[in-house]
């Protein structure tokens, strides 16, 4: 059941982590610093949706009794 669950949730990760690239990607400017910002500003973004999702889950896993 915990390799299932963590497969899982690297699947989830995987998933939040390019919206996140793809979201600061469409946003940037033409410029090598402009890349460079987004590409900081996207790693940021990751990071945080990934430490938010991975509580959701560990609550929800914790309720559910996995």
Known sequence: ???GLGIGKSL???VLIAL????RGMKCGRD???VGQ????????????????DG???VICNVVGI
């Open 1 to 3: 059941m915990s390799i």
């Open 12 to 14: 989830v990760f995987g």
């Open 20 to 23: 996140a690239g793809c979201l």
């Open 32 to 34: 090598a610093a402009a």
């Open 38 to 53: 987004a590409a900081t500003s996207a790693v940021v973004l990751a990071i945080v949706w990934i430490i938010g999702t």
């Open 56 to 58: 959701i889950l560990a």
